[in-house]
Nanobody, 111 residues
Framework: QVQLVESGGGLVQAGDSLRLSCKAS????????VTWYRQAPGKERVFVAV???????LYGDSVKGRFTISRDNATNTVYLQMNNLKPEDTAIYYC?????WGQGTQVTVSS
């Protein structure tokens, strides 16, 4: 059984940083890409960043230069380092791997 568990969200001020974690069990995160999405209240879930099975990365335009996705194969965890956070980054952040989704972690950025 595959499980994805996100953590690391919280309430921060604009300009602060957070690191989100997506820990997988039951399947290696290096076997296929892992993607971070976010969903703000009343809006659709949107792409944030992806790390491919070979380690290549891609970012959404709104987070380029501020967010960094990385992977630790030893702990089977994918991270999302978020710097210079803005109020518009407020959302629930989800990780996705193959057909599986985590439960999400809330990020709230106050101005």
């Amino acid at each position: 059984q595959v499980q994805l568990v996100e953590s690391g969200g919280g309430l921060v001020q604009a300009g602060d940083s957070l690191r989100l974690s997506c820990k997988a069990s039951g399947r290696s995160v290096s076997s296929e890409g892992v993607t971070w999405y976010r969903q703000a209240p009343g809006k659709e879930r949107v792409f944030v960043a992806v790390i491919g099975h070979l380690g290549t990365t891609l970012y959404g335009d709104s987070v380029k230069g501020r967010f960094t996705i990385s992977r630790d194969n030893a702990t089977n965890t994918v991270y999302l380092q978020m710097n210079n956070l803005k109020p518009e980054d407020t959302a629930i952040y989800y990780c996705n791997h193959h057909m599986y989704w985590g439960q999400g972690t809330q990020v709230t950025v106050s101005s």
